[in-house]
């Protein structure tokens, strides 16, 4: 497999020379999960960024409880992790291979490296992490509805 095709291709990478991307392809690796199999444990310290190389993932709050929430699904060249990789905090959801899947894993200190050097990597990432929490407020708002105090003028929380 062409890792730095691969990741020329997924949109966090898409602004990097081929020179870097062969830099960044050479610190990834290939890792392969069955359909089932847990990739990311919610609470787990791990600061590792995964992107789907084929297959499927599902990001999964409480997973296994009887209020375990389906947070959302990942397909090819989508990434997830970086929230563990950004704030070093514990693992905030699971993630589970819905479908056989293969994934390129890269570690924290190669990507904070990159993001020194490539700003745009950094943006790409907030920009991520402020659509999810867009999506979470959405969720807060639709689920709790009347009991959350709104903004008479802007109607915001």
Known sequence: MDKAGFLSVV????QMTARDLERMADHAQVQEYQKGKLIIKEGERDNRLFVV???????????GQRDEKRLGAFGPR???????????????ASVVAT?????????????????????????????????????AEKFIVNTLG???PICANCKKI
């Not at 949109?11 to 898409?14: D, E, H, L, N, P």
């Not at 993932?57 to 997973?63: D, F, P, S």
């Not at 989508?78 to 905030?92: K, Q, T």
């Open 99 to 135: 479908e056989d899947t293969r994934v390129l894993c890269l570690e924290q200190l190669d990507l904070h490296r990159e993001m020194a050097e490539y700003p745009h990597m950094a943006l790409e990432l907030l920009q991520m992490m402020s659509r999810r929490l867009r999506t």
């Open 11 to 14: 949109s966090i990478f898409s």
């Open 146 to 148: 009347s009991f959350l």
């Open 53 to 63: 190389i084929n297959g499927r993932v599902e990001a999964v709050k409480r997973l």
């Open 78 to 92: 989508a990434y997830f992790g970086e929230m563990a990789m950004i704030d070093d905090l514990a693992r905030s």
